[in-house]
């Protein structure tokens, strides 16, 4: 009778211990162990991904000739506080390849000189390849699919943008300019200045504190080694010229949040760089001209943009 009651002990003791071997919800084993994805890594740890917060409000967009403007409201966003330099580009560009996305321009640069050699159809698919790949929800589509290939015309040049997605996006030439312009809500930097410049582009003695440009550089310069303007965002006039989402064309009438045309023969580029040799003209927040989209230069870039 005693074996019995020992061997019967033994055995509900057994019982007992395998039960608490079992894995619960929230108990050490049963937590996800798996690592970050390594690439994503690598992109956090890459410096001048910062966004500014842009405050919503409306302005007076004139162009660079002074006498074209219209009342824009322009939405809270944010804008990339730099131009995108080729070391992020880059980074994203593996991820994306390995992942189902195709360029036709590797892009060109190093380090944290703001890449160059990209087409808007390639800075768009990079854009959404960085939305994916940080788990935002990408922007451009095509026939409701994420477009993911800078080679396919059609889909590039017919994308639709959902602006009120969160993933990263290039602004569109409102935006740009009014963060270009942007001091303090009430006063705007005029037409003919440079981003954070306080006297016309032809006059300032300070125009070489905010740009990189023909007078002071023959060549990309790295992002950020400039005097920022009052949102905190660099570059806005000079060193690349920079991609923005609108075909070209003329101002409409009083508009909020407006995206340019349905369709053009150029895609909006802005902000002037290095290479232009009519020197601090083309700085001006008000210059604007227009850029075939499967066009890639040397002295163009972007900086991204994304909806709050």
Not at 140 to 161: E, F, L, M, P, Q
């Amino acid at each position: 009778m005693k074996k019995v009651l020992i061997l019967l002990i033994v055995f509900i003791s057994v019982l007992i211990a395998v039960g608490c071997k079992k894995n619960t919800p929230g108990s050490p084993a049963a937590t996800n162990t798996s690592t970050p994805n390594a690439t994503q890594t690598v992109i956090a740890a890459i410096p001048y991904t910062d966004l500014a917060s842009v405050p919503g409000g409306t302005y007076t967009q004139t162009d660079d000739t002074g006498t074209n403007s219209f009342s824009h409201t322009i939405l809270t966003f944010k804008m990339g506080k730099y131009q995108v330099t080729y070391d992020l580009w880059h980074a994203v560009y593996q991820w994306a390849v390995a992942n189902g996305y195709t360029f036709v321009d590797a892009g060109a640069g190093s380090g944290n000189m703001p890449v160059t050699n990209v087409s808007w159809r390639d800075a768009i698919v990079w854009c959404n390849a960085y939305s994916q790949e940080t788990g935002l929800t990408p922007c451009y589509t095509y026939s409701s699919a994420v477009i993911k290939d800078s080679t396919n015309a059609t889909a590039c040049d017919n994308a639709v943008c959902t602006w009120t997605n969160n993933g990263y996006r290039l602004p569109s030439e409102g935006e740009y300019q009014y963060a270009a312009s942007y001091i303090d809500g009430t006063n705007w930097t005029p037409y003919n200045y440079a981003s954070g410049d306080t006297a016309p582009y032809n006059t300032s003695l300070t125009i070489g504190n905010y740009c990189w440009y023909s007078a002071n550089c023959s060549g990309t310069q790295a992002v950020g080694g400039k005097t920022a303007n009052a949102l905190g965002i660099y570059d806005m006039s000079g060193n690349v010229w920079e991609w923005c989402w609108d075909w070209y064309g003329t101002y409409p009438g009083t508009s909020t949040d407006y995206r340019g045309p349905a369709s053009g023969s150029g895609r909006v580029v802005r902000g002037g760089s290095y290479y232009n040799g009519g020197g601090a003209v083309y700085l001006r927040v008000g210059g604007r001209y227009g850029y075939v989209p499967n066009g890639a230069y040397g002295y163009l870039g972007f900086r991204f943009a994304r909806t709050n």
